[in-house]
């Protein structure tokens, strides 16, 4: 049975629709990750199951219970903060202590679970600071303990980890990994950042502008996006979009042309176009390898403009014809300030969208990892 | 910058801050003087900075009793009633405003009701208007309904002193709090009396405890009020106002009052300075 399920959903402020038919389901013990980029409505939806924000219209259940018009405080779930919201005046018990006073705990079990919750945090040494006194990192760890003292059946996390420096955050991320698999209760958790998403998510749930764009496993996310959105949004660096046209529809797939003439046949399923519609190319910066590594392969000719060795990898940025372009390539394929490149793709490495940014289904491709 | 000053420009403007200081420190330290003296030194031309300073200005002030026997002759002071009336009215009229205004103030920073900032300038308005503006129309009302000369009365006109700074306050400082300590404490499971109770409470008390104190002072030193609302219930500003007898000028006995009278809020501030700080909430985010 679903824990949370969300049916037909829509918020609105006055006439401005914030949220527009949300449809969701969530199982137990599920990791689900909303991402999208500022402003499409993450926080907004997230506080919505948490009950801080009013439902215009649809309806949500928590645990197989309609909850839409159930106070925050009754739907026994916990929230973390992206500004952790320690309360400054309670010392660090206190503020874990208090989710289990307002459920009206015993002295005794408050002190058991604030004490196991410590410890599994590593924070029992702070018990008695301030939150003023505590780093970054340790707050975060208090909010996240406040959160679980109380043994909800789902947390909520709004962008637990932005304020945090980028080695605190890869801590702070298996941190929350591991505690989901201690506890195994439903995550989910706002995030813009697509790595956070890909490495924690059972479940990616991708809103643009106040709709669901696409929900999946981060595998299908990043082999299958449903648009060229989802496509650029989910992998880093951002995929490469291309101009250019269909050649023909075949049974192997599309033939398609560049602007400068060059063509490949992508193995992609049945396209329902004339031939000579304009389509785009998606290629990922990392499935760029040197030319004559594969047959049928697509090579380009980037005008490179600048070269960062980053140790391990080298990032190529330039253009090919009017479209920029970022590759990346192992490091020692690039030496000093090239000014143009040779690189190849293979077609089933490629991804291929309409003009108006619907995907069209890759065949080289297996549907899981493994 | 500072270093290219020349050495008169600098002279120059330490001059002033001198001169400022002297302008107004002159009638505090001439009261204090006053309030030490004997009226004859008080009458003394030219004025006397050297003199053996007595006390028995606050004697007649307060010894209602023996006041008589003052080289005045007959004045009669009692000048420890207006002191308690102006306590009463004073903290009474904290504490109302206080119970009526942080509500009000929660209201004004949290909630989305219609027309929320002209109820807001509203209320602020009251402290921009004379005060007469009030007054004289309650002169007769109050007359009539029984209110006049009684603590509740009054403590009900100074509302309008007292209850826009409250409420103005508290907004502010309650903005200061950040939403999200009470969304935290919703999700936590605590209602909305707990939410004010455990959360927002605690961290205005620093913050309402300077905004009160500020608006004792307001009320302590109204004087319009007070003179037209009250006769036996007035308080001490009204007091000293009748100490101006126009047949026996005493002024060393004014001097000895307005001491007392100023000593009330220098003794509270100094008290309460910690208190005007705030920075309690600092923390909470980041
Ligand atoms: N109280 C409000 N009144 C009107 N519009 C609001 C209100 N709160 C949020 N919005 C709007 O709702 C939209 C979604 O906001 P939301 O905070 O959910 O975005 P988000 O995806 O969490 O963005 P971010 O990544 O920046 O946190 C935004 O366009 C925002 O301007
Ligand atoms: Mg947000």
């Known amino acids: 049975m679903a824990d949370v399920k969300l049916e037909r959903i829509n918020k609105a402020y006055g006439s401005v629709e914030i949220l527009r038919d949300i449809n969701l389901e969530i199982s137990h013990g599920e990791f689900v990750v909303f991402v999208g980029p500022s402003g499409s409505g993450k926080s907004t939806l997230l506080r919505m199951i948490g009950g801080l924000e009013r439902i215009t219209s649809g309806r949500l259940c928590v645990d197989g219970r309609t909850v839409n018009d159930v106070d925050a405080a009754d739907r026994n779930l916990s929230m973390v903060f992206q500004n952790y919201a320690l309360y400054p005046h309670m010392t660090v018990g206190q503020n874990m202590a208090f989710p289990l006073e307002m459920a009206k705990a015993t002295k005794s079990k408050i002190q058991a679970r604030v004490g196991e919750t410590a410890k599994l945090l590593q924070i029992e040494h702070l018990l008695d600071r301030k939150p003023r006194q505590l780093s970054g990192g340790q707050r975060q760890r208090v909010a996240i303990g406040r959160a679980i003292v109380r043994e909800p059946k789902v947390f909520l996390f709004d962008e637990p980890l932005s304020n945090l420096d980028a080695e605190l955050r890869v801590q702070m991320r298996i941190q929350i990994a591991k505690l989901h698999r201690q506890l195994g209760n439903t995550m989910i958790y706002v995030t813009h950042d697509q790595v956070e998403a890909m490495t924690m998510a059972d479940k990616i749930v991708v809103l643009r502008a106040g709709r669901i764009e696409q929900v999946g496993a981060p595998y299908d996310l990043y082999h299958h996006p449903a648009s060229q959105f989802v496509a650029g949004f989910i992998g880093s660096p951002k995929m490469n979009f291309l101009d250019c046209r269909l050649v023909e529809a075949t049974r192997e797939g599309a033939r398609i042309t560049l602007s400068d003439g060059r063509g490949v046949t992508l193995p992609v399923g049945a396209i329902d176009l004339p031939s000579g519609s304009p389509l785009v190319l998606g290629i990922r910066p990392d499935d760029f390898v040197?030319?004559?590594?594969?047959?049928?392969?697509?090579?380009?000719?980037?005008?490179?403009?600048?070269?960062?060795?980053l140790g391990s990898v080298t990032y190529l940025y330039g253009a090919v014809g009017s479209d920029a372009i970022v590759a990346v390539s192992p490091s020692n394929q690039v030496r000093g300030k090239e000014a143009s490149?040779?690189?190849?793709?293979?077609?089933?490495?490629?991804?291929l969208f309409s003009k108006d940014g619907v995907a069209f289904r890759r065949e080289g491709v297996s549907e899981r990892w493994n | 910058m500072i270093a290219s000053r020349s050495l008169y420009v600098r002279l120059a403007l330490n001059a002033l801050v001198l001169l400022a200081a002297a302008v107004l420190v002159f009638p505090l330290v001439w009261i204090l003087m006053t309030a030490l003296k004997t009226q004859s030194q008080v009458m003394a031309w030219p004025p006397q900075f050297v003199f053996t300073p007595t006390l028995e200005n606050f004697r007649v002030l307060f010894d209602a009793a023996s006041a008589g026997a003052t080289n005045y002759g007959t004045i009669k002071i009692d000048f420890l009633s207006p002191i308690e009336n102006s306590v009463i009215i004073a903290v009474g009229s904290v504490i109302v405003s206080v119970i009526v205004g942080v509500p009000v103030g929660y209201v004004l920073a949290r909630r989305d009701i219609p027309y929320k900032e002209d109820i807001a300038f509203f209320i602020l308005g009251f402290r921009f208007a004379p005060v007469l503006l009030v007054v004289i129309p309650l002169f007769s009302v109050f007359q009539a309904i029984g209110l006049y000369d009684t603590y509740v009365g009054m403590i009900w006109v100074y509302q309008v002193v007292t209850l826009p700074m409250i409420v103005w306050l508290s907004r502010s400082y309650i903005e200061d709090i950040p939403r999200e300590l009470e969304d935290a404490a919703a999700m936590d499971g605590a209602s909305s009396i707990q939410i004010v109770w455990r959360?927002?409470?605690?961290?205005?008390?620093?913050?309402?405890?300077?905004?009160?104190?500020?608006?004792?002072?307001?009320?302590?030193?109204?004087?319009?009020?007070g003179l037209m609302l009250s006769s036996a219930k007035a308080p001490v500003t009204v007091a000293l106002l009748k100490l101006l007898n126009p047949g026996v000028q005493f002024y060393p006995v004014m001097a000895a009052g307005l001491v007392v009278t100023m000593a009330v809020p220098v003794?509270?501030?100094?008290?309460?300075?910690?208190?005007?700080?705030?920075?309690?909430?600092?923390g909470a985010v980041k």
């Open chain 1, 290 to 309: 040197p030319p004559g590594a594969n047959r049928d392969e697509l090579s380009l000719d980037i005008v490179v403009d600048v070269v960062e060795h």
């Open chain 2, 267 to 282: 003794v509270l501030i100094l008290l309460g300075q910690r208190h005007l700080e705030r920075g309690l909430t600092f």
């Open chain 1, 341 to 351: 490149a040779s690189i190849a793709v293979a077609p089933r490495d490629c991804y």
């Open chain 2, 199 to 225: 959360v927002v409470l605690p961290l205005l008390k620093p913050g309402l405890i300077g905004a009160s104190l500020l608006v004792f002072l307001l009320a302590w030193h109204n004087f319009a009020l």
